[in-house]
């Protein structure tokens, strides 16, 4: 289905492997809501420093939700 996904790196010398999911935001809003939740802010934490950014490819999503 669109958005799930396989990722391998390498833990020493094997290989490992972990299936997700990687959600949009309008899924995650969505979901949020249905769930009793409103986003209250977004962050997006830089892949490789952990700084903020602006745009979401650039990192991973950390949400504060509030429930409603």
Known sequence: KNGDVVVTWN????????RGHVFTHREFRSLA????LT???RF???YATGHNRRFSFQGNLLYVLRSH
Not at 11 to 18: K, L, Q
Not at 33 to 36: H, R, T, V, Y
């Open 11 to 18: 833990a020493g010398e094997a290989p490992c492997s972990t």
């Open 33 to 36: 809501l249905a769930s009793g």
């Open 39 to 41: 986003i209250e802010k």
């Open 44 to 46: 997006v934490l830089d």
